[in-house]
């Protein structure tokens, strides 16, 4: 009986010996967003992404190679067979713009302050600041998208050198539809 007893204290009070352990953490989640007047939701890991480009040859961008990268833009929820009910879209305009350009053309963004190091990011197809219509390439009227570019990074003046080092460009984008 007393053996009984010991072993019935024993696993209480190695019951009660975690719970004096234990420890709280505690944090904030923050709950934000924008609601807009748009047929579509763009996808959160498409409004802020990065492109990466690696490690590119400096001699193949002064022999006038680009190197490419692809990149993403993904729109769900769409429902463009009627926008706000006044009917369907008839076009879903993409607009790229830039800070600081390496071109007088805005067709190349400039990745170094005052483009010294001779390269220049530019989107296949697209200027800076002029809208194009991607609505061709929407598959769903209803549902899920993804609209695929290429951005290319190339040597803006071939007979020049380019310099070797990190570089970076920045480009927004607004999707508008009408």
Do not use: W
Request: aromatic share 6%; charged share 15%; net charge negative.
């Amino acid at each position: 009986m007393k053996l009984a007893k010991l072993a019935t204290a024993s696993v209480l009070i190695a019951s009660l010996a975690p719970i004096a352990a234990m420890a709280d953490n505690t944090g904030v989640v923050k709950f934000e967003g924008q609601v807009v007047d748009s047929p579509c939701n763009i996808e959160q890991s498409s409004l802020n992404q990065t492109v990466d480009f690696g490690q590119l040859s400096r001699k193949a961008l002064e022999a006038g190679q680009a190197a490419e990268a692809d990149f993403d833009i993904k729109v769900t929820g769409c429902d463009l067979t009627n926008f706000a009910g006044n009917g369907p879209v008839n076009s879903m305009d993409v607009t790229f713009t830039g800070q600081d350009y390496a071109d007088a053309g805005h067709t190349l963004l400039a990745t170094s302050t005052g483009n010294t190091n001779n390269l220049g990011v530019s989107i296949n197809g697209f200027v800076f600041g002029t809208s194009k219509d991607v609505k061709s390439s929407i598959v769903n009227e209803k549902g899920e998208n993804t609209l695929t570019f290429k951005a290319l990074a190339s040597a803006v003046d071939v007979a020049k050198p380019v310099t070797e080092g990190k570089f970076s460009a920045v480009s927004n984008f607004r999707i508008s539809y009408q």
